[in-house]
């Protein structure tokens, strides 16, 4: 075959522009591979050769499939003539191909350039972005009905594209949250108690050892759930992950309820096994530190007296209870003003939910951070 | 050099050697031959039980080459997969040859006090070496790109001795992955990646045959054929992402069932040895549905 031409660039291409994070190097080395036969045989072949170059989790693979799709034309033109005849059948699908066939006529990559483009969100975010796929699949199919048809789930695609903060970036952050201090078995060498040892002895017997140095720091989240707050269960859902799993945090607890914590809160995401509140306070160390999860009525611009009044009491029995505590609003802080979240962000640190705002939220609970009273700007 | 290994996943050990057979698909075949030529580590996802571990030893053993295994623990560091140093023996063997208590110690050689790991001796090695790296998503989340100089650039230093290792052969590397943790970007971005489907019912049929050559072939069609109907309600049930019963679980199962001279009348009732497949409390539950799935 020739190479005179820039094959599959168009595929590769519109692959970029739907978010997969490609780089020039992925295109190079797929042009390597097919060069030195690979993925030749049939339309199947190429069609796994990319998928192993360019994919890296099975939840990218439904997007792919489609995008691959719509390149059969530039595809086969890269197969040797006979096999691309007799299997050129075999994965279109029933839809007519799209505009691109046109492009794909001419030789110079100029052309090319001007592909549909299916992602809404800027390329750079995306990158990261793709990473969570399996994750929002996940999501996506527990939120279908189960016996949704196969051709509903693929065409369409929850992914966390919609939240600022990726899966990866929380637990990173999670991690600033540290309270170190050394318990359990002393495995780790102290070269410095070794030092003295054999300067006092005058020759080394046994090293001396010391406990590992853990994160002491333990985290309670309490996340509003249902009604405004629904369309932010994705992300309930991965703040609870990331702080169980990745953080290397202390037996972080994890509440929920409804609007307002006014007598129960929950242990479960659907209410249902519910503990008194001076209960779940009371039993909260000192140094636990409180993460809340709400909107706070923003999402509504709700401004109800009640709602703040019954937060109010609440925070204050929570702040007699631990140091450190913090609140997080998925809605960004320029909605707050005229709605219950403006008068809560006033008696505890109020975040919205982006990576900035995690961040202070974050060091907000390592009691340390800005002087929340007048964080911003329309505060007073 | 590199052109001339080609995997077949034709070639399957024999009676006299310990090692069971194993039955690549051939879409996996073209992806470990597509991995060794351009020298990118192949990262492998699927079902547990699906033979992501096993496949790298049996390329090592149907090309001959040395094969060295790395299992990834929550506390792994990308260093110990080079190699680990014993700074405190060192100290010790300097204390006893300061005091002649032993001479024929020489603590002034650290080299003495390195031990490579699996990662290392690959690298020392004369031949061409294939690579496991077990489970990285087992450990911390710097963890993979911790080793991605050293993957691309095949060299890592002994910080230590200051000695640069330099790997003789470029590396065949396998990664297996069970999705506890998501990878970092870069690192993924240089894994060619395959997910290791389910078999289809003929193809477990040779992997059974494969592993169990003299069971009688109506017990077997029969037992894969419930195998199969069990999983099918187990996906429907749980969605793509649910534990479901997996081709390691059908051969242990069938491996009770062998053992049974009744086991072709007790397939026709309630699931037999179902213990060996349905493992939480969940699937127990499921035993009452499963129950319905009776010929």
Not at chain 2, 2 to 25: R, S
Not at chain 2, 179 to 190: G, H, I, Q, T
Request: with cysteine; charged share 25%.
């Amino acid at each position: 075959m020739t190479l005179h031409y820039t094959p599959l660039f168009g595929l590769f291409y519109h692959l970029r522009q739907a978010g997969f994070p490609l780089g020039a190097d992925d295109y190079l080395l797929a042009l390597k591979a097919v060069q030195a036969g690979f993925g030749l045989s049939d339309e199947q072949a190429l069609y796994r050769l990319c998928r192993a170059l360019w994919t890296t989790s099975r939840g990218e693979e439904n997007q792919f499939k489609r995008i691959f799709e719509q390149h059969l034309t530039e595809v086969r033109r890269v197969l040797p003539e006979t096999s691309a005849e007799s299997e050129a059948k075999e994965l279109a699908g029933p839809e007519p191909e799209i505009e691109d066939d046109l492009l794909d006529e001419k030789d110079e990559l100029v052309d090319e350039f001007p592909l549909p483009s299916s992602g809404l969100v800027g390329r750079e975010e995306q990158s990261d972005l793709a990473l969570d796929f399996d994750e929002a699949m996940q999501v996506a199919q527990a939120a279908l009905i189960k016996s949704a048809p196969d051709s509903a789930s693929s065409r369409f695609i929850l992914k966390p594209a919609y939240l600022p903060v990726t899966l990866r970036q929380m637990k990173r952050i999670w991690r600033y949250l540290r309270r170190f201090s050394r318990t359990g078995p002393p495995v780790e060498l102290d070269v410095e108690a070794t030092i003295q040892e054999v300067s006092r002895q005058g020759i080394f017997r046994q090293p001396v050892l010391r406990p590992r140095r853990t994160n002491q720091s333990r985290v309670v989240l309490m996340l509003d759930q249902g009604g405004s707050m629904t369309p932010f269960h994705l992300f309930s859902q991965q703040l609870v992950y990331s702080a169980l799993r990745g953080g290397r945090l202390h037996a972080a607890g994890v509440y929920y309820f409804h609007n307002a914590p006014l007598h129960y809160l929950y242990t479960d995401p659907a209410r249902l096994h519910g503990l008194p509140v001076e209960q779940v306070l009371s039993q909260l160390a000192e140094n636990t530190a409180v993460l809340i999860f709400s909107d706070a009525g923003a999402a509504r611009r709700s401004y109800h007296i009640d709602r703040i009044l019954q937060i109010e009491r609440f925070l204050q029995v929570l702040k007699r209870q631990v140091r450190y505590c913090a609140w997080l609003n998925p809605m960004p802080n320029d909605r707050w003003p005229g709605s219950s979240a403006a008068e809560i962000a006033r008696f505890i640190p109020m975040f919205e939910l982006s990576r900035p705002g995690l961040e202070g939220a974050i060091s907000a609970l390592r009691g340390q951070g800005h002087y929340w009273e007048k964080l911003y700007a329309w505060m007073r | 050099m590199t052109q001339l290994l080609n995997y077949t996943g034709q070639k399957q050990p024999n009676e006299t050697e310990t090692l069971p057979p194993y039955l690549p698909a051939s879409e996996l075949v073209e992806a470990v031959n597509l991995a060794i030529y351009l020298e990118r580590p192949l990262l492998l996802r699927g079902e547990p039980g699906c033979g992501k571990t096993r496949l790298a030893e049996m390329v090592a053993f149907e090309l001959g080459l040395p094969y060295f295994a790395w299992h990834i623990q929550s506390t792994s560091r990308a260093k110990d997969g080079f190699y680990t140093y014993d700074a405190v023996r060192r100290l010790h063997d300097v204390q006893l040859v300061a005091a002649k208590l032993n001479s024929a110690l020489n603590p002034e050689r650290p080299e003495d006090y390195l031990k490579f790991g699996p990662l290392g001796q690959a690298f020392l090695s004369e031949q061409r070496p294939v690579v496991l790296i077990d489970e990285i998503d087992k450990a911390d989340i710097d963890f993979p790109n911790d080793l991605l100089l050293a993957l691309d650039e095949n060299r890592f230093i002994i910080d230590e001795t200051g000695v640069e290792v330099h790997a003789q052969q470029k590396p065949i590397v396998f990664i297996t992955s069970n999705d506890e943790k998501e990878l970092p970007d870069a690192f993924l971005r240089r894994c060619l990646f395959f997910y290791i489907d389910f078999p289809g019912e003929e193809h477990l049929l040779k992997i059974v045959k494969a592993h169990l050559p003299d069971s009688p072939a109506e017990l077997v069609l029969a037992a894969i054929n419930r195998f199969v109907r069990l999983r099918d309600i187990m996906r429907k049930d749980k969605g793509e992402a649910g534990k479901k019963v997996s081709t390691s679980e059908l051969l242990d199962w069938l491996w009770a069932l062998l053992r049974d001279p009744e086991a072709m009348e007790k397939l026709e009732g309630p699931l037999p040895y179902a213990e060996t497949l349905l493992k939480t409390r969940i699937d127990l539950q499921y035993r009452q549905l499963i129950e319905r799935t009776q010929p």
